[in-house]
């Protein structure tokens, strides 16, 4: 559940990443977002953590309701410009 004040909400990606850093991991290759609409994707502050710990081929999937298929992206996909 987000804060009821945007500005400050932690993020399911980036809660997932630092679990992920907490436990002694650095790099991931996926993420997978879950969220009851359509094309979805995580925000830009998100995808900072993405591109630092998975760099431009991790891939990024979203799921928009349960038994609903995998939409898949590469990160480079969803943020072409981003500075490298």
């Known amino acids: 559940m987000?804060?009821?004040?945007?500005?400050?909400?932690?993020h399911a990606e980036v809660n997932a990443i630092t679990s992920m850093v907490a436990a002694g991991y650095k790099r991931m290759v996926a993420v997978v977002v879950a969220a009851e609409r359509e094309r979805f994707t995580p925000c830009g502050a998100c995808m900072d953590w993405v591109f630092q710990f998975g760099g431009g081929e991790c891939v990024v999937a979203s799921q928009s309701a349960h038994r609903k298929p995998l939409v898949?992206?590469?990160?480079?996909?969803?943020m072409p410009y981003y500075p490298r």
């Open 2 to 10: 987000e804060h009821m004040f945007r500005s400050h909400d932690v």
């Open 72 to 78: 898949r992206y590469t990160a480079a996909q969803l």
